[in-house]
């Protein structure tokens, strides 16, 4: 009994310097009568507008005017941007890819000066590229196709480059010796291969399982590794990819070509003929399991993309309370900081679980409606 | 919503991304993994069912050693028991024979003590006799030695014998 008292104690002692110092450094500084040495103003007012003067793009709070706007900043921070930002006013500039009537044009980011100047008849506005005239109007209806290779893709490269050279050079070692323990980081590596082999792809199609295992296998450790970039704050993760529409979009059309690819006759008699439906309910029953069909993807979509910005939603959201909180009164700002920081870093442990749920789920998915598609229906049997 | 607008550029790089991505792990990751893996499994599963198929052989083997050692103690037991009968039969023949020969001794030496007690009775007989008669002789002698008696004797005898 007394050595688990001794052992609270060890803990809540340091626990209570910490809050008395924070309380003490609070007051101190509450008297001192400069609560804003933190947040450094600066003149220049958030201004949404189609003018000349938009908003900084990779600003984050601190150098925003005395009104933080969390919802933008966070906003902001989830969204694609055309330089990767690493602290203050440090960001690595990224190409700028654009195509259009006169061809493409190749230059980098940093040309923009971070949205103050437009080059090449092209400037951020709202941190993203639009067409301007001379004067640096933005040409509303402007035909171009943008291909930056902007943060989004940089960090997609990243994450890519890692799996692929974490799984080629496993791969190398299979090959070298196929019959031996795995080992170092072959052995993370081959209970998650087994466990979808197993538990997730074989349950799921069946005999024919073989033949989308590669492809189930890609996108698992694609978005796994792409969730687990999006959580690394600074370079060469930071970026939102997993939670970009733009790649689950992707990722779900690539399922739902494959599916629809593969799906044999039953499948397609299931949709175009639903088994049991009488004659007069077809014109209803037909568009039901087309949409159906076309729901599965949008589904898949939705879902990867909906987890992955809430969980940075809502660790961002946190992480501003400190500054919001600070705008106030720096000392409260140290206070919420504490309890901030600690819910943060609880998010952080359930977004670990998260990047691996939703790679899981996504591969489930995705393997339940390969088969479907390739199940061999009875429908004879049924009438 | 900006959020929810997919963006061309990046659909795009991502098309293209993870096409190569797919393209690259399948042919030059998964597919040899994949087949280590099976052939892995495939290696301990052989290895397992072999070890199996040992243990049964032993198990067989070691029944067959059982069997053969039961049998072998039964042809001992059986060995023993013959020879211990044989010892038995050998010893109650020496027996008899013994016995028979005794008994055959036996019987010539009374035979040969009768023959024996025969002759020697005979012998007797043939002694008595010639003393007897040397006897009767020394008594005829001294009875007959006056001339009167012997007449009177030859007379006497005379009488008896008749004459027919």
Known sequence: MTRSKSKITKYLIPFFLIIFYVAYAGIKMAYADEPKNEIAPTPEKTEISASVHSPESEVVSEHKSEKLDAGKMILEHIADAHDWHIAGHLSIPLPIIIKDA????????????????AYLGYKIVENKIAAVNEDGTVIQDASFYDLSITKNVASMFFAVFTLLWI???IAGRYKKDSLRAPKGIQSLVEPLIIFLRDEV?????????????????????????????????????????TGNIAITLVLATFTFVITSYNGNKGYWKHIVLPPGVPMWLLPMMIPIEIIGTLNKPIVLMIRLFANITAGHIIILGFLSLIFIFAEMNAGLGYGVSIVSVSFSVF???????????????????SSLYFGAAVEEHHTEDHH | MDLVKPEIGLLFWMTLTFGIVLFILSKYAWKPIMNSIKEREDSISNALNAAEDARKAM????????????????????????????????IAQAKKSADDEFRKKMA?????????????????????????????????????????????????????????
Do not use: W
């Open chain 1, 102 to 117: 006169t061809g493409f044009k190749f230059f980098s980011s940093s040309r923009f000066e971070h949205g103050h100047a």
């Open chain 1, 167 to 169: 799984m080629l050079s």
């Open chain 1, 201 to 241: 792809v074989k349950p799921s199609i069946g005999p024919k399982y073989e033949k989308f295992l590669p492809y189930l296998l890609t996108i698992f450790f694609f978005i796994f590794i792409n969730n687990l970039f999006g959580l690394i704050p600074f370079m060469p993760g930071g970026a939102n990819v």
């Open chain 1, 347 to 365: 998010m952080y442990m359930l977004e670990l679980l998260v990047a691996f749920l939703q790679a899981y789920v996504f591969t489930l998915l």
């Open chain 2, 59 to 90: 198990d067989s083997l070691k029944s067959s050693n059982e069997k053969l050692l039961q049998e072998a103690r039964i042809e001992r037991d059986k060995m023993l028991k013959e020879a211990s009968e044989l010892k038995d039969s050998i």
């Open chain 2, 108 to 164: 010539s030496v009374t035979e040969e003590i009768e023959k024996q007690k025969i002759g020697a009775m005979n012998e007797l007989k043939t002694q008595v006799a010639i003393l007897s008669v040397d006897m009767a002789e020394k008594i005829l002698r001294k009875k007959m030695e006056d001339r009167t008696q012997q007449e009177a004797f030859v007379n006497e005898n005379l009488k008896s014998i008749s004459l027919n």
